[in-house]
Nanobody, 113 residues
Framework: QVQLVESGGGLVQPGGSLRLSCAAS??????MGWYRQAPGKQRELVAS???????TYVDSVKGRFTISRDNAKKTWYLQMNSLKPEDTAVYYC?????????WGQGTQVTVSS
């Protein structure tokens, strides 16, 4: 089973930036995505990247978040800029649009002044 380990979260002020990383224990082919789950809400897919480097984003993060990958490192990234309090959530990576891999522990992102 592939293992996913997310990192890079933290506490940041509104307008700040964070870069999340997702390290996989094995190379993953196909579409990978970043998901988030805010308190009391369902987990949602916020960004995805396919093998042709085509990206998709949920409207709420378009223009602020960028998903990318480093195949040699088996790592996916989520660059988050202009963060807002409503971005506060636990962020996870997984296959997309169906999260068929075991979930990692996630990384907490808190946007607050």
């Amino acid at each position: 089973q592939v293992q996913l380990v997310e990192s890079g979260g933290g506490l940041v002020q509104p307008g700040g930036s964070l870069r999340l990383s997702c390290a996989a224990s094995a190379m993953i082919f196909g579409i990978m995505g970043w998901y988030r789950q805010a308190p009391g809400k369902q987990r949602e897919l916020v960004a995805s990247l396919n093998s042709d480097s085509i990206t998709t984003y949920v409207d709420s993060v378009k223009g602020r978040f960028t998903i990318s990958r480093d195949n040699a490192k088996k790592t996916w990234y989520l660059q988050m800029n202009s963060l807002k309090p409503e971005d506060t959530a636990v962020y996870y990576c997984n296959a997309a649009p169906r999260a068929v891999l075991p979930w990692g522990q996630g990384t907490q992102v808190t946007v607050s002044s």
